[in-house]
């Protein structure tokens, strides 16, 4: 049986006076030749020792590979360890199993035969220490440990291999003096010689970032630097980020000499998201805010580009390109970079009053004669993909989906592959790190499969309906992550589908109103029903919309249904109009209290009468501790047919349950205070088509419908991005004749 996600074409972007949105497809292209292509996602606790527990907290932060291209290396800091991932077949990672080091691994670099790992052993702010181990790959032994003198953050290894360099941070409480500066001791920068390929050999040398030099820049707190990133050009140059202190400095390697020392700079920033409210409002202004950059990498041996993350006073939600030689700004993201987030469907309002998208990783390699940007946004969960040929004038191409916290940006363009390390874990709600790999070639990738070319805003996509008339046009709804509710259409003619209009619903005396819109369908006379959730029994309803999106009417269920519902309740709506009249169709996704365990209800509302009609469903098991399965979506197909999502409540690699289920509804009703089980009959098992994108496979599968064009359309709730990677999935399951 085929089914697919819709066709994706890349598109170029379109500087306008609003901001940066992508041009229509019809009109402008991005290079159709190559791709980053997602071939694995690998979870990292896969990868645990044996015997420890599957949900203990790990982590991949930061990643490097060997020389080969065949094996990661990644460090896992909660865990106190390194791991080893065989990506020799980059479709199919393989765990190689663990190290542990003697504290917190911050960074990791290769060198020849050996891992280069700088390990944080500090037990007090006051007392910063840390150690360089070499552990040899082949064995997994530590053949040289060398005192670092205070807590590392990054080490960088230069092109000829002959120097590394290490950022001591010497990081700052948050908890003292709000977590200001200065606060002793400051930091400072490790050179650390490679003269031959014997460790034995190797020394380190301190390079002190002098406050006089770094008080002439205009740095904040000369004498607590925080260095916090490093990177080295072809002229063993090195770059180093003062992030808390909004800094950049430049040492020579081969002297140790502080050679340049420059402020990052202030921007002040319109058309963004401001305000963590539930709304995407790109209306916003940020005023004279310090860059404060985290990751930092040369473009060339002249320019460097910063992904300015932001720390307690700043975060300008872009990234910069400067010119080391005059210490000012070349280039500036302005408010693409979070307008790229809401493009895709991926900016967390959550994070719209703090730093936003906060970029953060960064990394520059050249494929094939072409150099490119990576930038990963940490709170979005992306990396953007540019086109660095002009080192001055980034070209945008690619979005690429992440699992949660990318931070690790690895090019391996000897293998033609991207690599993703990322960080966030938190097994209570199964977002799990991970390390995913793309592979540049001329597959078209899966993502995206949903934009909005408009700066529409976007996300939380549970609910599908036909656009009565139109057949390359669906509509969907927002439910309670945003508000005002809003009716979206999405034209699935264009490639990937895009979002064209919007329409707010607003209560009867025309003011917009949010409801947990669960379900949508469009009445063929005009209008739209709404499912609504509510957070408790009581709180679920039908509401009649007009076509302007103004509320109707509202019908409550029946008290003793509703007085049987948790805040599980409404989660589709559908329906029928024929010569017996309109009959809406709704789906409550768990059980009731007075009802049989693992049977559900579908409930019919006659228009006319106003009266219910309720049948029963049976719903698949599971065994898996904190799962439950339930209902997600209704589809009439016809007067006596159904079609329902019924989903498990897991992701990842631990989803099981993504079904598409039909039911035959009897000629008869049934007699009052029955609840008959009708029967069903699986059409098509989604989850292969969720994973066939080599993504985490997605929990909330919600939103299903028949188009106008025949075909069945199945949709994912990215829940606005909170404990959830924030990728949506619209997928064309194949024709509705054929599998209903």
């Not at 991949?60 to 590979?65: D, R, T």
């Amino acid at each position: 049986m085929a089914h697919r996600k819709l066709p994706v074409v890349l598109t170029a972007l379109a500087v306008t006076s609003t901001g940066l949105f992508p041009a229509s497809a019809a009109s402008a292209h991005a290079d159709r030749s190559l791709f980053w292509d997602r071939q694995s996602t690998y979870p990292v606790f896969q990868n645990r020792p044996a015997g420890e527990a599957p949900a203990a907290e790990t982590s991949a932060e930061i990643s490097a590979v060997t020389e080969d291209g065949r094996t990661l290396i990644y460090t896992d800091a909660p865990a106190k360890r390194i791991g080893f991932v065989d990506i020799r077949d980059g479709r199919r990672p393989k765990g190689l199993g663990t190290l542990s080091v003697p504290g917190e691994p911050t960074s990791v670099t290769v060198r020849g035969a050996y891992a280069l790992v700088v390990v944080g052993t500090s037990e007090r702010f006051t007392n910063p220490s840390g150690v360089l181990q070499v552990v040899r790959i082949a064995d997994r032994k530590v053949v040289r440990t060398l005192d670092l003198g205070g807590q590392p953050d990054s080490i960088a290894l230069s092109k000829t291999g002959r120097y590394a360099a290490i950022a001591i941070e010497n990081e700052r409480d948050e908890d003292v003096n709000d977590g200001d500066l200065p606060q002793a001791p400051g930091g400072f920068v490790q050179i650390v010689d490679l003269p031959s390929d014997d460790p034995g050999r190797w020394s380190t040398r301190k390079v002190e970032l002098t406050a006089s030099v770094l008080a002439a820049a205009g740095i904040t707190e000369p004498g607590d630097a925080e260095p916090e990133y490093v990177s080295i050009n072809g002229r063993d140059k090195l770059v180093v980020t003062l992030q808390e202190n909004n800094g950049i400095v430049v040492v020579d390697l081969r002297t140790g000499r502080l050679e340049k020392a420059f402020s990052a700079g202030t921007v002040t920033v319109k058309g963004v998201d401001v305000a963590d409210d539930g709304k995407i409002d790109l209306t916003g202004q940020i005023t004279d805010v310090p860059r404060e950059p985290d990751a930092v990498a040369w473009v060339d041996d002249r320019y460097v580009a910063t992904a300015n993350e932001g720390d307690w006073k700043g975060g300008t939600r872009g990234w910069t390109v400067f010119d080391t030689v005059t210490g000012r700004v070349a280039w500036d993201a302005g408010n693409t970079f979070e307008r790229l987030a809401v493009t895709y469907g991926l900016h967390n309002d959550d994070r719209s009053d703090n730093k936003g998208t906060e970029p953060e990783g960064l990394a520059i390699a050249t494929y094939h004669g072409t150099r490119y940007a990576f930038v990963g946004s940490e709170r979005s969960n992306f990396v953007a993909v540019y086109d660095l040929s002009n080192p001055v004038r980034p070209v945008f191409k690619q979005i690429l989906a992440t699992t949660n916290g990318p931070e690790g940006l690895l090019p391996i363009p000897s293998r033609d592959l991207f690599v993703v390390s990322s960080e966030e874990d938190d097994a209570s709600v199964n977002v799990r790190s991970s390390v995913t790999v793309f592979e540049l070639g001329r597959d078209k990738p899966g993502f995206p499969s949903v934009v909005s070319p408009k700066g529409i805003g976007w996300g939380a996509l549970g609910a599908l309906s036909a656009v009565p008339g139109k057949p390359s046009r669906l509509y969907s709804v927002t439910d309670a992550a945003y508000t005002p509710t809003r009716i979206l259409t999405l034209d699935t003619g264009a490639s990937p589908a895009e979002i064209t209009a919007e329409l707010v619903v607003t209560d009867a005396s025309g003011a917009p109103v949010g409801y947990d819109a669960e379900g949508v369908f469009a009445r063929p006379q005009g209008g739209f029903w709404l499912g609504v959730e509510g957070t408790t029994g009581n709180g679920n309803k039908l509401v009649r919309l007009d076509a302007r999106g103004r509320t109707v009417e509202t019908m409550a269920l029946p008290a003793e249904v509703a007085a049987g519902l948790a805040k599980q309740g409404i989660e589709g709506v559908s329906a029928v109009t024929d010569r017996d009249g309109e009959h809406v169709w709704v789906a409550l996704q768990r059980e009731l209290s007075t009802d049989p365990a693992g049977v559900v209800r579908i409930g019919r509302y006659d228009v006319a009468t106003r009266r219910w009609t309720w049948f029963g469903y049976r719903l698949e098991t599971t065994t898996t501790a904190g799962d439950w399965i339930g209902l997600s979506e209704i589809v009439a197909v016809d007067r006596n047919t159904l079609a329902v999502i019924e989903r498990d409540k897991l992701n990842g690699p631990a989803a099981k349950i993504k079904r598409v289920y039909t039911v035959t509804v009897p000629a008869k009703d049934p007699a009052a205070g029955t609840l008959p089980v009708l029967p069903k009959r699986l059409a098509v098992d989604v989850l292969p088509a969720l994973r066939a994108d080599n993504g985490w496979t997605q929990e909330k599968l919600e939103g299903l419908t028949i188009g106008g064009d025949g075909q069945v359309y199945a949709i994912t709730d990215n829940d606005a991005v909170q404990d959830a990677t924030g990728e949506t999935v619209l997928l064309r399951l194949g024709s509705a004749r054929k599998l209903f």
